[in-house]
Nanobody
Framework: QVQLVESGGQLVQAGDSLRLSCAAS????????MGWFRQAPGKEREFVAF???????YYAGSVKGRFTISRDNAKNTVYLQMNSLKPEDTAVYYC?????????????????WGQGTQVTVSS
């Protein structure tokens, strides 16, 4: 198991950039696949980005080219760099972890979740 805490969410304007962080506990963090998901009010939880334990990445089409996921195993932290933010990016952003993810974009692949951090993008 790993415990996850997201941070960095805030109110920004369209076109702005923001970096989210996900701090993880546990001594085996480097073995985990990590994902970012988001959920807007009244909507299903949506896949955003994925990074494997070996640094392979995968992005949702809606964010590809704008968002970048990365990890720093020495700091037990995963990041989501968000550029060119749009109002439709407004959501609670969650990080998730699992030792072996088979389908990166499927929320039920992940056993461990953070509490979420709110990102609001005004137009």
């Amino acid at each position: 198991q790993v415990q996850l805490v997201e941070s960095g969410g805030q109110l920004v304007q369209a076109g702005d950039s923001l970096r989210l962080s996900c701090a993880a506990s546990g001594r085996t963090f480097s073995n985990y696949d990590m994902g970012w998901f988001r959920q807007a009010p009244g909507k299903e939880r949506e896949f955003v980005a994925f990074i494997s334990y070996s640094d392979s990445t995968y992005y949702a089409g809606s964010v590809k080219g704008r968002f970048t996921i990365s990890r720093d195993n020495a700091k037990n932290t995963v990041y989501l760099q968000m550029n060119s933010l749009k109002p439709e990016d407004t959501a609670v952003y969650y990080c998730a972890a699992e030792l072996r993810v088979g389908v990166p974009w499927a929320p039920n692949e992940y056993e461990n979740w953070g509490q979420g951090t709110q990102v609001t993008v005004s137009s």
